[in-house]
């Protein structure tokens, strides 16, 4: 069966780093990977995916990348700020879907 | 345009017990879904749809019913509430019916007790 690796411990860093997260999975060739953003009782929030044919992606102060030979996506967050504290999930998308269980980010003012 | 409405957003029941838990959607997407989210365990897929009429299961689907009579609707039966059901369920749709080319829409999700 799959399995998704996220960063097991939550993850604290200081206000304008670069915070980065990653994405380890096994035994699934996704077509995309997707991430996603949680905040305490919401919905996930979708923020961006990429293709198994690309390398990187980028939205604004985001950028993700993805190896499909290491089978690992990293996520960046560059400068940092405290409203970016939240749960970030990354999901493997292809004929089926599967979640990961998500890196806390506590983004220290 | 208000996405993925869920109802309710609190619900306790007593083992045993059956409830039906509503999803709404107003982006005309094809595909919806149903999640559970649980401490540790990631989301995990109970139910899905590509369209009005037509349902499979996910990873996680026993002690649960669906059906799709429209586009907009999708929901969940809970036929006999057990304890191992206590959880978090989140209601998603996504506008392609395969290969996860967009991404979900997420409701903002039930958090069900079973006592």
């Known amino acids: 069966s799959q399995k998704i690796e996220q960063n097991s411990e939550a993850l604290n860093i200081q206000e304008g780093k670069t915070a980065t997260l990653t994405c380890n999975y096994t035994?699934?060739?996704?077509?995309?990977l997707q991430w996603y953003r949680q905040d305490p009782g919401r919905g996930p929030v979708f923020l961006l995916l990429?293709?198994?044919?690309?390398k990187e992606k980028r939205k604004e102060r985001l950028k993700v990348t993805f190896d499909t030979t290491l089978k690992q996506s990293l996520f960046h967050i560059t400068a940092s700020q405290p409203a970016d504290s939240a749960t970030y999930l990354c999901?493997?998308?292809?004929?089926?879907?599967?979640f990961g269980t998500g890196t806390s980010l506590t983004v220290i003012p | 345009n208000a996405g993925v409405t869920q109802t309710p957003k609190f619900q306790v029941l007593k083992t045993g017990q059956s409830m039906t838990l509503q999803c709404a959607q107003d982006?005309?997407?094809?595909?919806m879904s149903w999640y559970r989210q649980d401490p540790g365990m990631g989301l995990r897929l109970i139910h899905y749809?590509?369209?009005?009429?037509?349902?499979d299961q996910g990873e996680v689907p026993n002690g649960y019913n669906v059906s799709r009579s429209t586009t907009e609707d999708f929901p969940l039966r809970l036929l006999s509430a057990a304890p191992s059901q206590t959880s978090v369920y989140f209601c998603a749709s996504r506008f392609d019916r395969g290969l996860g080319s967009t991404g979900y829409t997420f409701g903002s999700g039930t958090r069900l007790t079973v006592v």
């Open positions: 982006m005309n997407h094809e595909y």
């Open positions: 990429i293709r198994e044919n690309e």
């Open positions: 749809s590509v369209g009005a009429g037509i349902t």
């Open positions: 999901a493997l998308a292809g004929n089926q879907f599967y």
């Open positions: 035994n699934y060739s996704p077509a995309y």
